[in-house]
Nanobody
Framework: QVQLVDTGGGSVQPGGSLRLSCAAS????????VGWFRQATGSERVFVAA????????AYADSVKGRFTISRDNAKSTAYLRLNSLKPEDTAVYYC??????????????????WGQGTQVAVSS
């Protein structure tokens, strides 16, 4: 199995940027597809972005497309989520998730077995 640790959250003003990191330990990270999800207070956890194990294919929720960028560095066993042009509605706890698989990026929680503990992002003026 793989263990995930999410870091990089914080408080920013609208229009600001953050970079979230998802550090993995355990099994070979390069075999794991990675997804990012977020959960706002009182809401369900929803898909944000995903990347294949090789990093060659990415997918985004419509609400973040063009503002967020998912990437990974398999040599460092770390995945990233760059958040640009942040809006108050981006406020949530952000979670990374991983699953050992090939194929296209997956957008549902059930597609992932391993989860980080979450990191809080707060966007307000």
């Amino acid at each position: 199995q793989v263990q995930l640790v999410d870091t990089g959250g914080g408080s920013v003003q609208p229009g600001g940027s953050l970079r979230l990191s998802c550090a993995a330990s355990g099994r070979t990270f390069s075999r794991y597809a990675v997804g990012w999800f977020r959960q706002a207070t009182g809401s369900e956890r929803v898909f944000v972005a995903a990347i294949t194990a090789s990093g060659g294919i990415t997918a985004y929720a419509d609400s973040v497309k063009g503002r967020f960028t998912i990437s990974r560095d398999n040599a460092k066993s770390t995945a990233y989520l760059r958040l640009n042009s942040l809006k108050p509605e981006d406020t949530a706890v952000y979670y990374c998730a991983a699953e050992s698989r090939t194929g296209m990026p997956r957008r549902t929680e059930d597609d992932y077995t391993y989860w980080g503990q979450g990191t809080q992002v707060a966007v307000s003026s």
